[in-house]
């Protein structure tokens, strides 16, 4: 079992960043995988972002060039840089972990809230 619990998230201008950070209760070094999803108001939980223990990472092609996926595993954390942030990018972001390339893990945090508005 792994607690996630992510923060980070809130108001931002079109063009703007945050950085979204998730912490996790326990050593993350095991996973296969560190992802990021996110989930719009009326859409389903699409995958934006993941992160592989050899540090191979995927992205959603919405973001590409846009954020950055990273984790620290020394500190148990994983990270979203998110540049030139759009109002479509307006989602609850969530933390996962144990999943793969494809599909997501069974350990989510509770979400963060995601408003690129002007």
């Known amino acids: 079992q792994v607690q996630l619990v992510e923060s980070g998230g809130g108001l931002v201008l079109p063009g703007g960043s945050l950085r979204l950070s998730c912490a996790a209760s326990r050593s993350i070094f095991n996973f296969n995988a560190m992802g990021w999803y996110r989930q719009a108001p009326g859409k389903e939980r699409e995958l934006v972002a993941v992160?592989?223990?050899?540090?191979?990472?995927k992205y959603a092609d919405s973001v590409k060039g846009r954020f950055t996926i990273s984790t620290d595993n020394s500190k148990n954390m994983a990270y979203l840089q998110m540049n030139s942030l759009k109002p479509e990018d307006t989602a609850i972001y969530y933390c996962?972990?144990?999943?793969?390339?494809?599909?997501?893990?069974?350990?989510w945090g509770q979400g963060t809230q995601v408003t690129v508005s002007s």
């Open positions: 996962n972990a144990g999943g793969g390339f494809t599909t997501a893990g069974p350990y």
């Open positions: 992160i592989t223990w050899g540090r191979v990472t």
